[in-house]
């Protein structure tokens, strides 16, 4: 069975701080990890997946096989970030079907 | 990349009615996924629908609540049938391409 958690359903930082999203993942192969952005009013939307090994606006997100971890991470966090943010897994053989953790608020304050 | 348009984009029902989401692509896909995103929860796959054969259901869902059609490539529809107050949800068609998912703006729907 494949399961993603993100233990934190809300986080507030200033903007400026830096922010981290916890996700944890339990799978027996190798996954793919993407997370997804939601902004107000906006539909789900990719933000980077783990393969890619890029930065999207400002944010990086590090595979973690040992600790079973991709946490995203924005070394300066700005107002625009405050959005609902998803960590999702695909198995192998799930031919396209995404595993979602349960979500985190990130709000930025000015 | 797939642009997905899904309607009605929110809707009231009476409970013991039934509500047929549509869902088209403006592009062809193998596989459609339909979600559920209940009140202050993640996202669920509900199944996966492909063009030509039945859908696949995960568990705890079940073709005779949730009917879907596919009867091309660019287009499905799902049915929630005989609503009760625990269907109010939001329900989100997807699609994959090239390894990323493609949401519709999804159909917020109240059972009263």
């Known amino acids: 069975a494949q399961r993603v958690t993100q233990p934190e359903k809300l986080l507030s930082v200033f903007k400026g701080a830096p922010v981290e999203l916890k996700c944890n993942y339990s799978?027996?192969?190798?996954?793919?990890l993407f997370w997804y952005v939601q902004y107000s009013r906006q539909r789900l939307q990719l933000l980077l997946r783990?393969?890619s090994r890029e930065s999207i606006k400002g944010f990086t997100a590090d595979l973690n096989k040992g600790e079973t971890s991709f946490h995203l991470k924005k070394p300066f966090a700005q107002e625009e970030d405050s959005a609902m943010y998803y960590c999702?897994?695909?198995?192998?053989?799930?031919?396209?079907?995404?595993?979602f953790g349960q979500g985190t608020i990130l709000t930025v304050h000015p | 990349s797939a642009v997905i348009s899904q309607k009605p984009s929110r809707d009231i029902c009476q409970r013991g009615t039934s509500l047929t989401i549509q869902c088209q692509v403006d592009?062809?896909?193998?596989?459609m996924f339909w979600y559920r995103q209940q009140p202050g929860q993640s996202l669920t796959l509900i199944a996966t629908?492909?063009?030509?054969?039945?859908?696949?259901?995960e568990s705890g869902f079940v073709i005779d609540k949730f009917p879907i059609s596919r009867p091309n490539l660019t287009f499905s529809t799902l049915t929630v049938s005989n609503m009760s107050p625990e269907d109010s949800s939001i329900y989100l068609c997807?699609?994959?391409?090239?390894?990323?998912?493609?949401f519709g703006q999804g159909t917020r729907l109240t059972v009263v």
């Open positions: 997807s699609v994959s391409m090239n390894t990323e998912a493609f």
């Open positions: 629908a492909n063009q030509g054969s039945e859908a696949t259901y």
């Open positions: 799978y027996s192969g190798s996954p793919e």
């Open positions: 999702a897994l695909r198995g192998g053989t799930s031919y396209g079907k995404l595993t």
């Open positions: 592009s062809q896909v193998t596989m």
């Open positions: 783990h393969i």
